[in-house]
């Protein structure tokens, strides 16, 4: 198998982020199996997106002739979407404050609509590499407000498994919008 990418810099960031991503969504299952699956279920769902996305990054980083770039961009963008309007806007967790919550929503509600829109132009192509960070930066904005929430409540027995939980999607999403970019320059 040959690696898809000749630079370290991108190579490390792929790497990173399949690492990363294991290991978040290991410690997730691991949250599955100990809170048991009638409490945890929503996480093994959206693990399970999750899992689809790290596998199609590493079949596109070993250049797997079973996925084009085209179908790589379009089902990893189907997956963070669907992670997105499942664990943020459908069944989003109730937060501390109104604001922090209404903030998040917004947030995700522009994060989706970017990755449709993105997908729904023509020419996919087109989209200019500050475009694609935006979804990244969008991504990891909605992760740290999660995060400034986690802290504003009271701990307990889920605080952990939820701060691993809420970074694994801004990690998948800075390795794709890395492929993106190194797609995009490559063209």
Known sequence: MQARFKKRAKVFDIVITAVAGMLSVGVMLYGVFYFGLGEA????VLNMFYIACLVMIWMYFFN???ITTQQFNYW????VGMTVLLRDILFAPPL???ALHLSCLTLSVLLLCMLTFFYARKDWKSYTKRNLWAICIIDMLIAALYNLDIYLEPTNEYTDYLLVEIWIRPTITYGLVACFVTERENK
């Open 76 to 79: 990893c963008s189907v997956s």
């Open 96 to 98: 501390a404050f109104y």
């Open 64 to 66: 797997s002739p079973r």
């Open 41 to 44: 279920w929503p996480e093994l």
